[in-house]
């Protein structure tokens, strides 16, 4: 079908998904863990994050180089706006969220250990800026909930609302 992402795009999207509710669900699963698992479960949130980061930076190149799928019937001009304005707030979340629990671990000088590989501390460490940071990437995560949730809101209310292919478009198989 001409009007559905690459496979390449889906499955993108699909792992992106997991990989952001993985990150989420061992940071509030954390104190279901035995204290002695208590540096996997974070090393666990950092590589998920750092993946997001990974495959939402993926994702924005392949958005220049493959043109967006038409939705059929088109969407009145404004929702067609809202809905990129909402593609691009989702897309700087996922890359800023990590982004700055990034940070928040180098300034306060602990290791990340990324698939395995120790990370070189090449940020001096600044441990009175963690809470700040900590802070802001907690605040993000929350806007994160509310941003994913109205995403997956709007292509639900398109599939069975609207009926058009809003939803189909980015749908794995034929």
């Known amino acids: 079908m001409k009007n559905r992402y690459s496979l390449l795009q889906i499955s993108l999207h699909w792992l ?5 509710i993985l990150a989420y669900s061992v940071m509030l699963g954390r104190d279901y863990f035995p204290d002695e698992y208590r540096l996997l479960v974070r090393q666990l949130h950092y590589n998920f994050g750092l993946t997001v980061w990974a495959l939402v930076l993926i994702r924005i190149i392949l958005r220049h180089r493959f043109r967006t799928p038409p939705i059929v019937p088109p969407l009145p001009r404004w929702q067609a706006h809202v809905a990129t304005l909402t593609h691009w707030a989702l897309y700087l ?5 990590p982004t700055l629990g ?3 671990v180098m300034f306060a000088g602990r290791a990340i250990f990324l698939f395995g590989w120790e990370v070189p501390q090449f940020i001096t460490p600044r441990p009175e800026l963690r809470p700040v ?7 993000v995560a929350t806007v ?6 109205l995403h997956a809101l709007a292509a639900l209310f398109h599939h069975y609302f609207i009926k058009d292919d809003t939803f189909k478009r980015m749908m794995p198989g034929k």
Request: charged share 10%; hydrophobic share 60%; glycine share 8%.
């Open 144 to 149: 994160g909930y509310y941003l994913v949730g």
């Open 133 to 139: 940071l900590r802070d802001t990437h907690e605040l």
């Open 102 to 104: 990034f940070l928040t």
């Open 16 to 20: 992106t998904l997991l990989m952001i």
């Open 93 to 97: 979340l996922f890359l800023a969220l």
